[in-house]
């Protein structure tokens, strides 16, 4: 599998940042969500910096199953509408 990555957007300048004396930089609150970062490089130099949201391999198969993740997402909306109601985990 190849690490290869085409960028076809547009970019805005957000930040212009200063390198430190053992080459590092911070990322700023645009980043501030962000435990991890991909980074890529092209043939120019330019560096693309990607947020990544990592979760367990447990939880894979439901980013994997299209209807259980819509019916997931559908029942955190009722629940935050207050649209609940109890269940007995026996009866079913």
């Known amino acids: 599998m190849s690490n290869t990555i085409?960028?076809?957007?547009c970019?805005?300048?957000i930040n212009t940042k200063s390198v430190d004396?053992?080459?590092?930089?911070?990322?700023g609150k645009e980043f501030s969500n962000a435990k991890r970062v991909?980074?890529?490089?092209?043939?120019r130099g330019q560096i693309l910096l990607v947020p990544l949201t990592e979760f367990p391999d447990a939880e894979l198969?439901?980013?994997d199953n299209e209807e259980a993740f819509e019916n997931l997402k559908n029942g955190i909306i009722q629940a935050k509408k207050g649209k609940i109601s109890k269940l007995n985990l026996d009866d079913l």
């Open 21 to 27: 004396s053992r080459h590092r930089i911070t990322l």
């Open 11 to 13: 970019f805005s300048e």
């Open 38 to 43: 991909k980074m890529y490089k092209n043939d």
């Open 61 to 63: 198969w439901l980013y």
């Open 6 to 9: 085409r960028v076809d957007d």
